[in-house]
């Protein structure tokens, strides 16, 4: 069983906190300042440029990756780490497009976070070849799937509502119809129990900063099948992903496996970072963490709907549809939000009406939640979020 009384004190939170914006930006795990400066005075400052080979900076990005691989499923060698989630997405949907050269629509929802849109969007562009991004609503996603489709790029859980996608049952009927599938695992992986071999995922990316507890900025990861990853071949050609990046040839010959889908040089501070995160979940079985996460959530809601009538849940009650985040709505949604924030309980808004609650066991008790059931009631009956410096928006929310 995972102690999580050991996870939480591998976390340094402030002090009178509760913290539920992990599905934003994890937080720091305890070890990580010792760690970075490890590697910026005893490796970048000792070693300087030696410390590619010595302090192992050039493998980070495999040996990390398949650490993360642990997590989701994936089996050794097929993820790796680097770049920004936009940039992984951008490989992987170049990749399958070519894959499918015969067909032109990419499948994707209205729940799909809207920088992977955004993406599809621009390669299409690029591309000139006529493809079409269709984006249907989340639950008619299943009956969009046919023979014209090339690619299906789905967030599995929507980053507003918490609503989590049945994975297996999607690819199983785009691999039915031809297509293939990309799943997006940023509101997944830390969150819930993904298992991509299991699901026959042909692509899956993600972030490091989220549930996983990278830091801000920490890079993103990407995941190829075994059975695709020898036929793919790398729109981002970088120079990290060649075959022999210091033979300098003039000419782009892939990497090996999925060592191809890495793009520019590792950021290695980052990355540093990561691994102390990664440390923590060296402990943590992720059925246990499933089962503390959806019992947590059911403590949350079930608090919140008797003490705020007045909010109405976005997120699905049936656990087999539900991430890892516990969603409601209200009108003045920002300024109810700020107001928490303003008393020591962390969650974020998303447009044009959630409050939106990350739920994780790795650093979150019974007692967090009822301390933030009990001051969001005291909030809405007292309607402290009616204030002037609660309405005014930040550039970030």
């Known amino acids: 069983m995972t102690d999580f009384q050991a996870t939480r004190a591998m976390f340094d939170l402030p002090d009178g906190v509760t913290y539920l914006d992990g599905n934003s930006l994890g937080p720091l795990p305890a070890a990580a300042p010792e760690r970075m400066a490890r590697a910026m005075r005893g490796e970048w400052g000792e070693m300087l440029i030696t410390g590619w080979n010595m302090a192992g900076w050039m493998d980070q990005p495999a040996r990390l ?47 799909n976070f809207p920088s992977d849109l955004y993406m599809a969007q621009g390669l299409v562009e690029q591309l000139g070849r006529g493809h079409e991004l269709r984006v249907v609503p989340p639950e008619e996603v299943e009956a969009a799937i046919d023979e014209n489709v090339a690619v299906m790029m789905i967030t599995e859980v929507d980053y507003r509502t918490g609503r989590r996608h049945d994975m297996p049952a999607l690819i199983a009927k785009a691999h039915a119809a031809g297509a293939l599938a990309i799943w997006d695992l940023a509101h997944s992986a830390g969150a819930v129990d993904v298992d991509v071999a299991a699901a026959d995922t042909d692509f899956a990316v993600g972030c490091t900063y989220k549930f996983l507890n990278g830091g801000p900025g920490a890079p993103a990861f990407i995941h190829v099948a075994p059975r695709l990853i020898d036929e793919v071949q790398p729109a981002l050609s970088g120079w990290l992903g060649h075959a022999d990046p210091f033979a300098f040839e003039p000419g782009y010959r892939p990497g090996p496996a999925i060592a191809r889908m890495r793009v520019g040089t590792p950021p290695v ?29 059911d403590r949350f809601i079930a608090g919140v709907e008797a003490a705020c009538p007045e909010l109405e849940l976005a997120t699905p009650r049936d656990h087999a549809q539900r991430g890892s985040q ?33 739920i994780t066991p790795l650093y979150l008790s019974e007692g967090d939640i009822d301390r ?26």
């Open 65 to 111: 990756g398949d650490r993360i691989g642990r997590l989701i499923g994936a089996p050794e060698g097929t993820t790796v780490l680097g770049d920004t989630l936009s940039i992984k997405v951008h490989q992987a949907l170049a990749a399958a497009l070519a894959l499918r050269p015969e067909r032109r629509v990419i499948l994707s929802d209205s729940g």
């Open 269 to 297: 501070l980052a990355m540093a970072a990561l691994e102390t995160a990664l440390d923590i979940w060296d402990g943590v079985d992720m059925n246990d963490l499933r089962a503390a996460s959806l019992a947590l959530g």
């Open 326 to 358: 516990v969603s409601f709505r209200h009108p003045q949604g920002y300024a109810v939000m700020q107001a928490l924030i303003a008393q020591g309980v962390i969650g974020d808004f998303r447009a044009p009406d959630i409050l939106r609650f990350g």
């Open 372 to 397: 933030a059931v009990d001051v969001l009631a005291a909030i809405l009956r007292d309607k402290s979020w009616d204030r002037p410096e609660f309405h005014a928006r930040a550039a970030v929310t």
